[in-house]
T-cell receptor, first 111, second 113 residues
């Protein structure tokens, strides 16, 4: 069974710090990896996509993928209170098309 | 560019009734995906449509069904509503079949009384 695991949190970091969010997945057949941010009562908003091993940076966000370890992470530099949300890791396996989501990590950034 | 739109925003039904939810994808996107987010259960995949065809289905009973129209908009139907169908129903679209980025609409909050 294909699974995506995340620590539920809450993860609390002070404003300006680096927040590190982690995700593991169960099947080596996965090929596409995504991080979404979801504010309470709202729909998921795409932050990053990553397809190959290594790092991908976009502004304050860096996604890291290690397919051998079946691990994907998201680093948020200079965390802001507005970053406080639930962060969802999602994976697409093969040609299935649909996203398999982890349960999300709740991040709280304290001023 | 307009994003994914969904209607209605909120829908209140009683047990046993039918619900119809609608989704319009981003212009140029041909794939539409439906997900259910029930309290405490996370996001669960329901259905995937591309070019008018059902491509994949999640682990939901047959009373969850849908279709995609020639203009790529989509409809999700839930028959014989049960209390546990109360959830946020999210539609997403992508611009090619398979592994590509999905963008979500604002969702429809379905409440079954």
């Amino acid at each position: 069974q294909k699974e995506v695991e995340q620590n539920s949190g809450p993860l609390s970091v002070p404003e300006g710090a680096i927040a590190s969010l982690n995700c593991t997945y169960s099947d080596r057949g996965s090929q596409s990896f995504f991080w979404y941010r979801q504010y309470s009562g709202k729909s998921p908003e795409l932050i990053m996509s990553i397809y190959s091993n290594g790092d991908k940076e976009d502004g304050r966000f860096t996604a890291q993928l290690n397919k051998a370890s079946q691990y994907v992470s998201l680093l948020i530099r200079d965390s802001q209170p507005s970053d406080s949300a639930t962060y969802l890791c999602a994976v697409i396996w093969g040609s299935q098309g649909n996203l398999i989501f982890g349960k999300g990590t709740k991040l709280s950034v304290k001023p | 560019e307009a994003g994914v739109t969904q209607s209605p925003t909120h829908l209140i039904k009683t047990r046993g009734q039918q619900a119809t939810l609608r989704c319009s994808p981003i212009s140029g996107h041909t794939s539409v995906y439906w997900y259910q987010q029930a309290l405490g259960l996370g996001l669960q995949f329901l259905l995937w449509y591309d070019e008018g065809e059902e491509r994949n289905r999640g682990n939901f009973p047959p009373r969850f069904s849908g279709r995609q129209f020639p203009n790529y908009s989509s409809e999700l139907n839930v028959n014989a509503l049960e209390l546990e169908d109360s959830a946020l129903y999210l539609c997403a679209s992508s611009d090619k079949t398979g592994a590509d980025t999905q963008y979500f609409g604002p969702g429809t909050r379905l409440t079954v009384l």
